[in-house]
């Protein structure tokens, strides 16, 4: 079953997501890497011309792909959470797991211009948090702790993934 990750953009998914898979010998996805490669298109572009709808349609639809890779680690964009649809996807295949990184080390770290729901803006960061942590941290199966060291949150991961062996 698909181990998923979820947080913050900026939060350590696609990074901890590799480093998780490397560690369990299970294939990586990257929701957002699958969008961009399937579309042919940049995220930024996509939310240019199809709007926000239109990229979380397409999102929704890289999840349901993903869901079907057995035993795969899958970093999800920071919005899966804002449809009821990818919960139920997530929550009937896999194990959700909450990267929990601290908005203030996101802040400063982050490139807002990459990102279109920041607008430029890395303050935009607290807004995003304020507005989704219920989300996150209430509906995921299991809270992974950031906040330091990301080779500590990396053990945490690999010995959560093991208490709940995947099905093959
Ligand atoms: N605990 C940590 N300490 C220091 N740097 C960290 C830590 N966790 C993540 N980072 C760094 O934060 C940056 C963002 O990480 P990453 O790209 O994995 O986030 P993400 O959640 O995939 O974000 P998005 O998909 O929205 O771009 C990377 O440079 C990563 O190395
Ligand atoms: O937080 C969000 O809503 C997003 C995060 C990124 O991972 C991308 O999926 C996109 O930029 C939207
Ligand atoms: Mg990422």
Redesign the pocket.
Known sequence: MPIYLTG??GSG?TVLGRALADRLGRVFID??EE?EKTSGRS??KI?EEDG?DG?RAL?TEALRGASERTGAVVS?????V?REENWRIMDDTGLVLFIDRPPERIAKDVNPGH???LQGDRNKIFD?YRA?ETLYRGRCHIVIPNAGDAQVALETLVSVALEHPMRL
């Open positions: 913050m953009p998914k929701l957002d969008i995220i930024p939310f926000e990229f999102e999800t964009g920071g919005g899966i804002l990102r279109p729901l995003l989704r």
